[in-house]
C-alpha cells in the first residue's frame, strides 16, 4: 500500500510503513517541505494513489465534501508518543491494509478502526 505522512506527524511512522514493506512517504521530503500546501498534499496523493494519513481535520471535510483525497486514513488517537504510535500501527497494519480494500476513509484510534463502508471510487 502506498502512503503520504503529513506534517503533524513524524517521519518516523513513514519510515516504519517502509520497513514494513509499503511505499510511505512524509510530507517532509516534497519539494515544499513542510510548507506544502493541503491541496498540494491531496493532489500528489491521489495522483501517487496514496492514502493521506492525517490529524488534520480540514483532510476530513475535504475528503466527505469533495472526495479529495480519495483515501484517508485520520489519526484519532489525541496526544500520544511516537512509540505510541506505532504500537498502535503494528497492533492494527494488516487490518488497516484491508480496511483500504473496502473504503476511502477510515479512522485509527487508540485500540480500533472505525471504518467508512463506501468507497469514492
Known amino acids: 500500500m502506498k502512503f503520504l505522512v503529513d506534517a503533524h506527524l513524524p517521519v518516523r511512522l513513514a519510515n516504519y510503513l517502509v520497513v514494513k514493506g509499503h511505499d510511505a512517504i512524509h510530507v517532509s521530503t516534497l519539494p515544499r517541505g513542510f510548507e506544502t500546501p493541503d491541496a498540494e498534499i491531496t493532489a500528489r496523493a491521489d495522483s501517487d494513489e496514496r492514502v493521506v494519513v492525517s490529524k488534520d481535520a480540514d483532510f476530513v471535510n475535504s475528503h466527505l465534501v469533495a472526495g479529495r483525497p ?45 471504518v467508512n463502508s463506501s468507497r469514492s471510487d
Open 70 to 114: 480519495a483515501r484517508l486514513l485520520v489519526i484519532k488517537t489525541g496526544n500520544i508518543s511516537n512509540a505510541g504510535l506505532i504500537a498502535i500501527f503494528e497492533a492494527l497494519l494488516a487490518e488497516i491494509v484491508i480496511a483500504f480494500g473496502a473504503a476511502s476513509y477510515v479512522e485509527l484510534h487508540r485500540t480500533v478502526l472505525m
